[in-house]
């Protein structure tokens, strides 16, 4: 029986349904409604949208929202420096960041290494790692909005919600593991090329 | 940019001092919400497990609130009802607990006498009934203000319970809101590990306390020595300031022992039964439920005690240990930010 169907019989027999109107979660679900007139893109239309969070049920997107900082950048902003303490992992849910290899970026000198743009995310080594250092410098690119989640955001949903803290964390080895593939494509690439190089020379 | 992100940085600052400020203008309003915050730590571990996808969070912070000023407030309003009857009491004991603090005395002069050769000119039995005489005078004519701040807390501390309970998720979304983008990361770090300290550093004093004072009480009951509840709550309460807390806990049960006229009364005794529960508490208590909390030297850890009643009596010695640890902590992480960009 569907949860609707089972609120009707009740008070249908007059019962006490002991259930108080939760206005956050209605808010929530009236926003991340498909047939929802607002134009404006939901916290839950955005993870639905992230493939490596597509485990995630609208329940859970709904618990881990709740534990997100939303952080608002301008143009050229820093939002972390190479070398500084890292705590946490952000989503981009509006605008996009430029990724510097130096802790104080200059593109004439090269220091570019990439652009991120809207539902793309960075900084997860911040997440896991105790004592993590930042190993690139970002700032944003144009006005941009982060979701943030950090250090003890995650001690507390692993205390609080110990199965979606699993899964998140999960998903965070499984976002580290794609880096390191890619790493690892990228480093066999250079090789063939100093190799080819070299012969050439 | 670099001026706007100066602007809110320097705006940010500005409003944790002027917070500051009021705080210490205003102390009638501040240590009512400071005791609240500090309950609140403390039963946040608690009230987030009994909440967690529960609907009744509002009966889980009621019966929080209600164990809370049940036990703050009942022991407190108890002393208040019976002050009078109890100052009459000590006022009647006063002139014998003097002759027979005399009698000591001079036993205890007419023994440095025969060893040194002459008698102390000093009278410090009449120095002390004199101080206890004119605290006790002070005390009674300040009562009616100590009632008005019990009944001004006893409606506060509620208040502002009940606030953090219900309210603290939207402030603190707030207050995060209005750090600046470029220190928020550690500030937000920071001010959690400060927050999950400090509430789990009171828990482990209070238990310590807990323990030490019940080990204190079945010792004394378990030799027949006086007064084994009330000597048992000092020794307990006492024992949470480091160091100097079991020292002060000491002296009233010393001081039973050595007036009482009761021949099976030593001072033996209780300085075994202090002494070992201050050793399980050393080796047993501290290092479990404390030490771990606050990584703190010693030295450290009594000069801040020292500091602390400079500040601000005996609850600034008690609460001033966390806030060492916090600032060791901050330090740390300048100087590991420092140590990598200079």
Same mark, same amino acid.
């Given at each position: 029986m569907s949860y609707e169907n089972e609120m009707r019989d009740r008070i249908g027999r007059g019962e006490n349904t002991g259930e108080r109107l939760d206005i956050p979660l209605l808010r929530y679900m009236w926003d991340s409604s %498909? /047939?929802?007139? /607002? !134009?404006k893109e939901s916290y839950h239309d955005f993870f639905k949208k992230i493939s490596v969070l597509n485990s995630f049920t609208d329940n859970e997107i709904r618990l881990f929202t709740g534990f997100l900082h939303r952080r608002e950048f301008m143009a050229n902003e820093m939002i972390f420096k190479q070398g500084d303490s890292g705590y946490g992992f952000y989503f981009i849910f509006s605008g996009s960041v430029n990724i510097f290899s130096s802790p104080a970026p200059s593109e004439e000198l090269g220091d570019f290494v990439i652009k991120l743009e809207k539902h793309q995310y960075f900084g997860e080594m911040g997440l896991l790692e105790e004592f993590n250092r930042r190993s690139a410098t970002v700032t944003a690119a144009e006005n941009t909005v982060l979701l943030g989640i950090f250090k003890p955001d995650l001690d507390r949903m692993l205390q609080v919600y110990p199965v979606l803290g699993a899964k998140f964390l999960r998903e965070t080895a499984l976002i580290m593991a794609n880096r390191m593939g890619q790493i690892t494509r990228e480093i066999v690439a250079l090789k063939k090329r100093i190799k080819e190089l070299e012969q050439r020379v | 940019m670099r001026r706007i992100q100066t602007t809110k940085l320097v705006l940010f600052v500005l409003m944790l001092v002027a917070a500051v400020v009021f705080a210490f203008y205003f102390p009638r309003l501040t240590l009512p919400f400071g005791f609240a915050y500090i309950i609140y730590l403390m039963s946040r571990p608690f009230t987030l497990r009994l909440t967690t996808g529960s609907r009744k969070q509002r009966l889980v912070y009621f019966a929080f609130m209600t164990i809370a000023l049940i036990l703050l407030f009942l022991p407190l309003f108890a002393t208040f009802y019976n002050i009078d009857t109890d100052f009459m009491k000590l006022s009647a004991q006063l002139p014998e607990a003097q002759r027979m603090m005399q009698e000591k005395f001079m036993e205890l002069n007419e023994k440095f006498h025969g060893r040194f050769g002459f008698h102390l000119k000093i009278d410090p039995v009449r120095y002390v009934m004199n101080k206890i005489r004119f605290q006790g005078d002070l005390l009674l004519s300040r009562f009616p203000d100590y009632l008005t701040a019990l009944f001004e807390w006893m409606l506060l501390v509620p208040l502002f319970l009940y606030f953090f309970f219900m309210e603290s998720k939207n402030f603190g979304v707030r207050f995060l809101r209005a750090i600046p983008n470029s220190i928020f990361e550690k500030t937000y770090v920071l001010f959690t590990q400060f927050n999950i300290k400090f509430g789990e550093y009171i828990v482990a004093k209070f238990i310590e306390a807990t323990i030490l004072g019940t080990l204190v009480t079945i010792g004394m009951l378990a030799v027949g020595f006086p007064y084994p509840f009330i000597l048992g709550f000092i020794a307990g309460t006492t024992n949470i300031l480091p160091y100097i807390g079991p020292v002060i806990g000491f002296v009233p049960a010393l001081l039973v022992a050595i007036l009482s !006229?009761? %021949?099976? *009364?030593? *001072?033996w005794e209780i300085v075994v039964i202090f002494g070992v529960a201050n050793l399980i508490d050393m080796i047993l208590i501290f290092p479990l439920l404390v030490s771990r909390i606050v990584n703190l030297h010693p030295i450290v850890v009594v000069m801040s005690i020292v500091v602390g009643s400079q500040l601000g009596g005996i609850v600034w010695m008690i609460f001033i240990i966390p806030f060492v640890a916090f600032f060791k902590l901050l330090f740390k992480e300048v100087y590991k930010d420092l140590s990598v960009h200079l």
């Open positions: %498909p /047939l929802s007139f /607002l !134009k | !006229k009761d %021949p099976n *009364v030593t *001072v």
